[in-house]
């Protein structure tokens, strides 16, 4: 049975959903680009499966959003402003090298493996079936992209060196992940989303503990917290390439 909710903890949580599912979608877009361009057969068609799975998971947040206020998921897709997007800086950064996007995805896949882990506790059922769903395929993509942290990390002297730029590079931003709006302790004290300052420390833990068996470091720098309202420079293209068939016929339907 879904949980009854009142206004403004029902609008806390479209909220939160929201911020779920755009860092899914952005992510998918991101990994999309690399759809014929991967360095082998076979990872082209795995990558691709992995965009296209955090895309459905996009979905799941979206339609589990419009079942609180009733908006449609394609509209908040292709109508909304690049502003108006509550994803993380980390998933809409440009693609970069092999390297870049492998780090990221584990990152965020490590990330989302273990919130996935505390969202099956949540008390709105609907978000703890989905997170139940969802993890399952995101346990393969943890396995996946571990392998290629390991292997690229403890590879060539060229491809540690772009594993640890990489790191370098990505790391302050994972702070965002972590930042709490306003309005989201009305979340934690209902028991529909879990703390994220506790959740952030066991993120850490397990990427230090990772990287030390691909032998990476983490990096000194520390990550940044700061609100979702704050975008890279790269979001604007990302989102106008997004939606630029959609907008060619905004009341086209099936």
Do not use: C
């Not at 800086?89 to 273990?114: I, Y």
């Not at 943890?142 to 942290?149: C, E, K, S």
């Amino acid at each position: 049975m879904k949980t009854s909710l009142d206004n403004p903890v029902k609008a806390a949580l479209a909220g939160r959903l929201l911020e779920m599912a755009d860092d899914e979608l952005i992510l998918a877009h991101r990994d999309s680009e690399w759809t014929g361009h991967a360095p082998i057969l076979e990872e082209d068609i795995a990558f691709a499966n992995i965009a296209q799975d955090e895309m459905g998971h996009a979905l799941i947040w979206y339609e589990i959003r419009r079942s609180l206020t009733g908006d449609d998921p394609d509209r908040l897709v292709f109508f909304r402003e690049p502003s108006e997007f509550r994803n993380v800086q980390m998933v809409e950064l440009p693609k970069g090298d092999w390297a870049f996007s492998m780090v990221r995805q584990w990152m965020f896949d490590t990330w989302e493996w273990l919130h996935l882990e505390a969202l099956e506790k949540s008390r709105f059922t609907p978000i703890a079936d989905a997170a139940k769903k969802i993890r399952k395929e995101e346990t393969y993509h943890l396995r996946h992209t571990g392998a290629w942290i390991h292997r690229l990390g403890r590879g060539t002297d060229e491809s540690n060196r772009r594993m640890q730029a990489a790191l370098d590079q990505l790391w302050p931003y994972g702070g965002q992940i972590t930042w709490p709006p306003a309005d989201y302790q009305l979340l934690v004290d209902q028991s529909l989303m879990p703390g994220l300052s506790q959740l952030g420390a066991r993120w850490k833990e397990k990427i230090q503990s990772d990287l030390v068996k691909a032998n990476l470091q983490l990096p000194g720098s520390v990550p940044v917290s700061f609100s979702r309202d704050q975008h890279s420079q790269y979001l604007t293209a990302l989102i106008e390439e997004l939606q630029q068939v959609a907008q060619l016929e905004a009341e086209a339907r099936w």
